[in-house]
């Protein structure tokens, strides 16, 4: 019963800024690693940001310097805010949490949010 919620895409011009959020509604369950993937058309998802439950972070390296996740355990979310944005950031992003449900562990999946860089 836990869905995720989220918000943020949009366009933006070139060397803009979005800042992304995914939030998880439900109960009974323990997140663990939260993380942010994308895909572009014509290619693959690829993992562009995780963060642990201790808070350790791994990015791309295409996004290092420019992208940074945080979460908010309170809340249930994670965040993924974007810097200097380039055409080639340019995908449908979906965010992944990782949770224990009381029985077992497993992840799920965002419905995806759209980020357009163009001028």
């Known amino acids: 019963q836990v869905q995720l919620v989220e918000s943020g895409g949009g366009l933006v011009q070139p060397g803009g800024s979005l800042r992304l959020s995914c939030a998880a509604s439900g109960s009974g369950f323990v997140i663990y690693t939260m993380s942010w993937h994308r895909q572009a058309p014509g290619k693959e998802r690829e993992l562009v940001a995780l963060?642990?439950?201790?808070?350790?972070?791994n990015y791309a390296d295409s996004v290092k310097g420019r992208f940074t996740i945080s979460r908010d355990n309170a809340k249930n979310t994670v965040y993924l805010q974007m810097r200097s944005l380039e055409p080639e950031d340019t995908a449908v992003y979906y965010c992944?949490?990782?949770?224990?449900?009381?029985?077992?562990?497993?992840?799920?999946w965002g419905q995806g949010t759209q980020v357009t860089v163009s001028s």
């Open positions: 992944n949490i990782d949770l224990y449900d009381g029985s077992s562990r497993s992840d799920y």
């Open positions: 963060i642990t439950s201790g808070g350790v972070t």
